[in-house]
């Protein structure tokens, strides 16, 4: 795989499992609205992938190292795997009850991010369960800040 569609797609996809799960964990945590969640998710796609895909084309840009090809390659690649990514979330939420839905997007999210992390420590020569351990750990910490979070929100603005 070419590096700018590869830094893309891997910056794509964490983006997508971490910052969906925080606002998946948050929305539910303040609002226990299955419709606010959903909302949330496409908003979500739709911004932070546009978002994202800016980010790291004007990254790149200004490192003036690439070619226009594979900063456009980097951009598409980050936008598409961020988008899919958020969207895959959106299933247990429509079919699930909304607590269910919600732990089911957590293990789907931390299962992505832990094939991602295997891959990524065998490519680069590393132990394999260091490099799952420590992106694990910071995905639940995401997960665990943002339900605190939306849990505080939830009483607060009561």
């Keep these: 795989m070419k590096h700018s569609i590869k830094t893309g797609f891997s910056f794509g996809m964490t983006s997508g499992i971490i910052t969906t799960l925080g606002l ?31 980010g790291i084309h004007i990254s790149q840009e200004s490192q003036n190292k690439y070619s226009v090809r594979e900063i456009w390659e980097a951009t598409g690649a980050t936008f598409l795997s961020k988008l899919f990514f958020a ?18 997007s ?37 997960v665990i800040v943002t339900g605190f979070v939306g849990n505080w929100i939830r009483v607060f603005f009561n």
């Excluded at 948050?26 to 969640?37: D, E, K, R, W």
């Excluded at 969207?87 to 699930?96: A, D, R």
């Excluded at 094939?115 to 910490?141: M, R």
């Design 24 to 54: 998946i964990v948050g929305l539910n945590a303040s609002t226990h609205s299955q419709i606010s969640v959903i909302g949330g998710i496409l908003t979500i796609a739709i911004a932070d992938s546009f978002s994202d895909a800016l």
């Design 87 to 104: 969207l895959t979330f959106i299933v247990p939420i429509i079919f699930l009850e909304l607590s269910k839905a919600v732990l089911i």
């Design 106 to 142: 957590v293990i789907w999210g931390m299962l992505i991010l832990s094939i991602a992390s295997y891959f990524i420590s065998k490519q680069n020569k590393e132990n394999p369960k260091k490099v799952i351990t420590e992106h694990l750990a910071i995905g639940l910490i995401v």
